[in-house]
């Protein structure tokens, strides 16, 4: 057990996405190639002396009382019957309302903060039951294993098949600087494609294209056209993307971050420093690193 404990918190981009129709619970299923890339926050949680309480304090960065965090530490009391109460410090690197699973990733790091800080170990059906109650991306993050960063994720995002992760992919992130929350993304969806149900491809065909040259790839994002339509902005980016000769380019999850990738490094920070000169946040991240990244997420740890 420890009395403080920091955790690195990976962002994810969504190589391939499509959403079917609504579901009768309200979820939507998906289908989806998941890939973590090396941009991350930071979280150092500490026990505190008023039991059943979650204080989150991010300089800089405006959280509401209820968020990602604090339904983790819910989910996590509930499951094991922990009372102790905790301070969080987080570190927002991740863009909000960018498609790229910030608060999902917080979550599940706050899982095994409270894992660490409590000497419990959940179990995979324990991490699945709060995974749940917290939001459909989390399931993705919650292992935290060097081989598991890229996953194919069907279902509504409970079922995780992880894949042999490419370590190739040097990508550049670019804001359009419009905030999309995933309720009205996926209002968009259903506006656009009414009553369409998506066409199902076999999970080793996905995996197969995976692992092709990106610009072989015939993979799209379904939120993309109906969220370019309403955001300009986020059509503008891509165009941009494109210009500067991204390998494949389109934007991650429900938006609105777009991204290319590049063949090397170079290219990669050549094309951001082009794209830098019009859009005020554009970052070069990699998979190269994400084992060091991985190993390294429980970066302090303080008895």
Known sequence: MHRSVCERAPAKINLHLKVDQKRADGFHNIESI?????????????????????????PGFCLPPENTLTSAYKAFCECTGVSFGVRVTLKKNIPSGAGMGGGSSDAAAMLRCMEALSGIKLTAEQKHECAAKIGSDVFFFLDDDTDKTAAIVTGRGENVRYITPRTDLFIVLVSPGVHSSTKEAYSLV??????TAADCTSLAELEADYQKPCHKWNFYNSFTAPLKEKYPEIDNALQDMRSVNAGFADMTGSGSVVYGIFASRKEAEDASALLSEKWKWCEVVTTECLEDICRLQRFVSVK
Do not use: H, R, W
Request: hydrophobic residues 40%.
């Open 34 to 58: 998941f890939q973590k890339v090396s941009l991350y926050d930071d979280l150092l949680t500490e026990m505190a002396d008023i039991n059943y309480t979650c204080q989150v304090v991010s």
């Open 190 to 195: 259903d506006a656009y494609f009414p009553g």
